[in-house]
T-cell receptor, first 117, second 108 residues
Framework: DAGITQSPRHKVTETGTPVTLRCHQT?????MYWYRQDPGHGLRLIHY???????DKGEVSDGYSVSRSKTEDFLLTLESATSSQTSVYFC????????????????FGQGTRLTVV | TQLLEQSPQFLSIQEGENLTVYCNSS?????LQWYRQEPGEGPVLLVT?????EVKKLKRLTFQFGDARKDSSLHITAAQPGDTGLYLC????????FGAGTTVTVRA
């Protein structure tokens, strides 16, 4: 199994509070991704990183920020949590990305279930 | 709007029956990936199809990539309860993007 650890696995927080989710990998993969998964929507990309300090937005980035200060860690922050951000969050990694590239397959963490009340 | 359209959204069949799941797009891809996700777990890669017209087999699962590299299908022969899960297709073109998935339930 790919070495990906998400923490925490479960969290309940109150509306308006900041929340940070952590993704840690031991595979030295360049690309890291954060997704949220909600019924009927599959996996929607929030942000992704293509290297240390290199990040970009996904399709549902509003209300979220990310940071990657080390290859192995990718942090997702909800600056002020809202009930609409209640979801299951997944981190993924891949060795490479892009048209025709090899090693684009992704490996996922176990997920973090976040409830905003 | 999702670039990858999967159908059907839900599929419930009896053990032993066959099923097919589709992944369609108007875009051309260099490759497509298929994942399966079980409840409470992250998705796990099943296969990557790369060449137009390619057929790959994984035990009772057969994956096909369209000749024009715009679509793909997953066929399961003689489905078993262990095949139950969410099947997702995806492509990785700097942003790893997924279809909405097909939820497959195989009843014993």
């Amino acid at each position: 199994d790919a070495g990906i650890t998400q923490s925490p696995r479960h969290k309940v927080t109150e509306t308006g509070t900041p929340v940070t989710l952590r993704c840690h990998q031991t595979e030295n993969h360049r690309y890291m991704y954060w997704y949220r998964q909600d019924p009927g929507h599959g996996l929607r990309l929030i942000h992704y990183s293509y290297g240390v300090k290199d990040t970009d937005k996904g399709e549902v980035s509003d209300g979220y920020s990310v940071s990657r200060s080390k290859t192995e860690d990718f942090l997702l922050t909800l600056e002020s949590a809202t009930s609409s951000q209640t979801s299951v969050y997944f981190c993924a990694i891949s060795e490479s990305s892009g048209w025709g590239a090899r090693g684009t397959e992704a490996f996922f963490g176990q997920g973090t279930r976040l409830t905003v009340v | 709007t999702q670039l990858l359209e999967q159908s059907p959204q839900f599929l419930s069949i009896q053990e032993g029956e066959n099923l097919t799941v589709y992944c369609n797009s108007s875009s051309v891809f260099s490759s497509l990936q298929w994942y399966r996700q079980e409840p409470g777990e992250g998705p796990v890669l099943l296969v990557t199809v790369v060449t137009g017209g390619e057929v790959k087999k994984l035990k009772r699962l057969t994956f096909q990539f369209g000749d024009a590299r715009k679509d793909s299908s997953l066929h399961i022969t003689a489905a078993q309860p262990g095949d139950t899960g969410l099947y997702l297709c995806a492509f990785n073109d700097y942003k790893l993007s997924f279809g909405a998935g097909t939820t497959v339930t195989v009843r014993a």
